[in-house]
């Protein structure tokens, strides 16, 4: 990965390291320095993400500032000019020894039974720079064998060397300092306090950073040895942040996931979800073989019996009937299968009633239509943030600990408007409330509106001068509450933008590749690479053979539809209308109704036990290609393991549907596929197979994808215009056509093939007709709606409903992943204790909640983020789901409560 | 009882306001949750972590590097005896053992009655005067097995009470400073002058005294 930090060194500082004339900048540290210039000094707490403590003394060199040699630390003493390091002198070496020696003296050798042992920093060092031998032949100390810290990490005290590494991650990183170094002295040991668990999100990064087998993974321990695995770098695709990661599986299965340090995305750093939920992947209850259902009863078939039934559904779709095919999800997909779902829904069976969004996300034009901000943005020196977004530390965890380094290292100002406190609110300027469906009156008075007669109190004017001062403001913008219609949502956004034209967008949809499968058109309304399906029909008609006539339903809508009776076929990609979307009532009702469900999923779910046909795919680290995060980063995924049973991936069950349906989509590897989104896909002109792939190597390819970008990725200066070989052949230059010559020859091979065997039906083949003399069409704007959303008037009885998110909650993946299925929680309802008191009720009342659309029975609890006036219940937990009192058509839901009898 | 009593409350912050920065108040909050319970009990502990937000686990790392604040109940009077080199040399060792044998505990141990913990301890810089014990930090000299059965029977009957507070009274927190002279939880970064600073005719720009 590239440092982009160490690159835009200002002031260079000369010094010399072993003898050889070294470059660095000013402030920087010895050990980088030094590793800079390839020379490895050994260390074990010195971590680059972290600040220096100088705890282990392993890096201690002979550092000669003009005053002679000394021994120093080398990751506390910043490069000076004329400094002269020895890393290979007498007496470092003699340091070098006494160091390990001591470590030693009470660290086990138990290296043959300890997970570390084999990668172990350690290990090695002490090969490499250690005496050889003890002179200790007294007692170690004597702690308890592993006590588990939390429900993932046990600690092994007696391994522990103190490095300070975990104890610092946990205060300074994650702000949990929950474990600490306790009983310092001849004692000092790390621990918890007694009952408070390390319960951090962030917990497994100890464990990767432990320079020792101290920390261990429950999931991992005793599972393999470090070289029985074989490891790739992937993306985690738990969420859509697209933290960088290693793939770890020993025997065909993924036994482990590490952080890698992608330097504009996740530093190295994981979540625990992302990093131990791929045991859900290894689950028993993993669909591995195709079902279809008779009556009540699913039973296993063949992958030549399930397609044809899908396909017997789908094909009334050829024939005049495409209004009545829908597809709900995609956001599990690879850009790649996104892409093929999106030209087999929109190219073949000629629908646009696709969503891969379960109406909990924003609409594509505020994702696309507006200047998009990437972390780094976000994240840079003297920025100011507005989150108008969910808690981030429940959805996008890595981002929380970005933008909690950004608030307390490089002085990001953030103002936060949400209907309930977040984990962000203790770091921002400003928090603002807004009553639930309200976001927009708030929005107005922050950009200067006059809020409709409402007066401005002192946080919003103090908020409002924040970011008026802003020289680069950045709106983080997700759904805080899915209470709430995205409209009220967007009309905030409008209001925002009216106040602050030159704000940038960083959008926070969970899904994991949202981004990605609405880039690939798996949205009503649009076509691959951001057009819009009356700016693209020409272009893409030519392409495909076919789009669809016009812009079609959404999630909302696909589901009305179904629940009256007007969709004979519904494909789940794998979403689960039952348990995600946020109105129970309404997608129980269509998925009853609907003629034909057929669901393609990884994991049994509430809408897969209705399916008429469920056709197993292949899960994360299964299948490669690409994914898209949150600010458009395009990042490899790798397969690692073989997919499960006949588990096929996403792409090969779209391709092998369009050819039971009469149609071939041209579609035969991954990279051809990548080809022919390079080529379609406007948004994704110049970005070529060999372009993506060496991207991989560093930051990924950020979308929308510029010149200057293209132009370091692929090494030669080269232009999108010349990219562009298909329209515009003759002007492709040299190095272009070096770069994209062998998959283009691939291509057209593969193309000639194809052509050889395919009859000349029309709409076959469709991928052909791109060497076009159609204008790439343009591409998506965001436009704020004319009107705002109406709102009910505020009903002084009831209470207004926001929903939120947990981490760990009952979806299909937490449920089936036995490392994170037990850390879910009861749902509860969560009232202000003023609130609380008002109605009379104690601590822990049971209370029957009711809205226009349902009632709940659970439990009151005093929280005080919810403010007055508002309550919360948690989404997809234990015991009751809000979906049931939502009505997905209302702006938001007010709720009443009564004292159960 | 292990949380603030609400008259111990008030004072608990107090304390916080004396310091810039709240997390600077743990050690003397620790002492005044010794000196109501005698020792600190994990709810004290919690209950600190709370007033001067940070975690219960930060609380107990700070606490339990000092020997004198105590995690588990204590007796009324706690009796340390020394066996570091000097009072090993004349007679440490026997005294302890003695002192064992006559409290009927091993050392760390309390006393059935509450009223005794007999701990072996480091050296307590009264080597010329060995072998030494302190009882609650007050120091007795030259001690005799003898010496040791008389202080125990004086312990026992009151007859020190004037001389030796119940244990966890040592830490005088309790100064009252006017709330208009307290510092109050000023940012150390800001550049505001905390009150009694501001305040103190000492300190004018000048330099008078006035």
Redo the contacts between chains.
Sequence with gaps: MTDVKREVAVDTVSLTVNGAAVEAHKGQLVIDAADNAGIHIPRFCYHPRMKSVGMCRMCIVDIDTGRGPALQPACMIPVADGMVVDTLSESTKKAQDGVLEFLLINHPLDCPVCDKGGECPLQDNAYAFGPGESRFVEEKRHFEKPIPVSDLVLLDRERCILCDRCTRFARDVAGDAFIVFQERGGQTEVNTFPEHPFASYFSGNTVQICPVGALTAGPYRFRARPWDVEKDESTCTSCSFGCRITVEASRDEVIRRQGVDLDPVNWGWMCDKGRFDFDAMNASERLRTPLVRDGAAAREATWSEAIGRAADALRPALDGGADRVAVLGGARLTNEAAYTWAKLAKGVLGTDNVDCQLADGLPPEVVFGLPRATIDDACADGGTVLLLAPDIKEEVPVLFLRLRDAVLAHGVKVVELTPQSTSMTPLAAASLRYRPGEAAVVARLLGGGDGGGLSIDGDVSAARELLRGATRLTIVLGRPSIGESAATIVDAVGALLGGFPDAHVLTVLRRANVHGALDMGLTPGLLPGHVTIDAGRDWFTEAWGRVPAATGLDATGILAAAAEGKIDTLVLLGADPIADFPDHQLARTALDTVGTVIAVDVLPNASTALAHVVLPAAGPSEEAGTTTNLEGRVLTVAQKVTPAGTARADWHIAAELAFRLGHDLGLESIGGIWDEIERLAPSYAGLTVDIVRRAADRDGALMPIDEAQLAELDGARVTIASQRHRVDAGSATAANRAAAAESQEERQADELAAEAEQSDDEGKGVARGASTSQARPPLLSFAPPATATELPAVDAYGLRLVVSRTLYDNGTLNQHSPSIAGLARVACLRLNPADLARLGLDATATVEVSSVRGSLTLDAVADDRIPPGSAGIYTNHEGADPADLLDVHAPVTTIHIGTKS | MARFTSGNDVIAREIIDRYPVAKSAVIPLCHLAQEQDGHLA?DA??QIGELVG????????TA??YEMLKREPCGRYLVNVCTSISCHLMGGDELLHHAEQRLGVRAGATTADGLFTLEEYECQAACTEAPALQVNYRYFHNVTPADFDTLVDDLAAGRLADTIPPHGTLARIRQRIPSDRAAGAASPIGGAQPGWLTDSPALTDDGSNP
């Design positions: 994990d502990l919690v940070i975690t219960p686990a930060e609380v107990l790392g339990s590097f």
